[in-house]
């Protein structure tokens, strides 16, 4: 019965190759978020999905995409990893995308680039 | 741009000790404050929130924190910490969109 589940939870790749992770949230919430931690534990914003459409897109690398199928779903596509990439992406949503809704994370996918 | 700054990277208390966490924001307007909690190997855990009133606001596991305008803080306090508080905290601003701008986050290390 995880809110928000992530796959998968661990994800080790060579440069250059293209990877997706996975998120679903079973809360019935309408908005959804891409936050990138990392290897100094700081988190940033990627993506903000709500109701399947992007409503703001942080300054990422294009080859970084979101892709939503339904609102229960927002799914991490990379291209071209690069060294850089590597991270703890985490997952998380929200009732809506209004200031007083909390947000509930997964429990993040580590990314390795070697 | 907002802000958000947490100047203790690492607090070791001991057991049964008080605590408190420092965070300081840089907001234009009434701010949305927030104070999440990391476990090792897990998500974020919401450990409560201010939005508006009583500036002071009780959340889970026992925390409270304090919202003064006039210092921009939000400090997160425990009277009595446990050793299972031992974890990563982070303070966090809301923005548009209800994107969070998160500190850097303190490590608590709990001594028996």
């Known amino acids: 019965d995880t809110a928000v589940s992530q796959t998968p939870k661990y994800l080790v790749t060579q440069m250059g190759n293209d990877k997706s992770i996975k998120c679903e949230q079973n809360?019935?919430?309408?908005?959804m978020y891409w936050y990138k931690q990392d290897s100094k534990k700081f988190l940033k914003i990627m993506f903000s999905y709500n109701n399947k459409e992007l409503i703001i897109n942080e300054t990422v690398p294009n080859r970084f995409s979101p892709k939503s199928p339904d609102k229960a779903h927002l799914n991490l596509h990379i291209n071209s990893l690069e060294l850089g990439d590597s991270a703890v992406y985490f997952c998380?949503?929200?009732?809506?995308?209004?200031?007083?809704?909390?947000?509930?994370f997964g429990n993040g996918t580590r990314l390795t680039v070697t | 741009a907002q802000s958000v700054t947490q100047p203790d990277i690492h607090i070791t208390v001991s057991e049964g000790a008080s605590l408190e966490l420092r965070c300081n924001y840089s907001y234009g307007a009434t701010p949305y404050l927030f104070w999440y909690v990391q476990s090792p190997g897990q998500g974020l855990q919401l450990l409560l929130k201010?939005?508006?009133?009583?500036?002071l606001v009780q959340g889970i596991k026992g925390f409270e924190a304090e919202f003064k305008r006039s210092q921009s803080s939000f400090n997160l306090r425990k009277p009595s910490v446990h050793w299972s508080d031992a974890a990563e905290y982070f303070c966090a601003v809301g923005n548009a969109g209800n994107m969070l701008t998160f500190g850097g986050g303190t490590r608590l290390m709990v001594k028996p």
């Open positions: 201010y939005f508006s009133g009583d500036t």
């Open positions: 998380a949503s929200s009732h809506s995308s209004s200031y007083n809704s909390p947000l509930h």
């Open positions: 809360l019935g919430h309408d908005t």
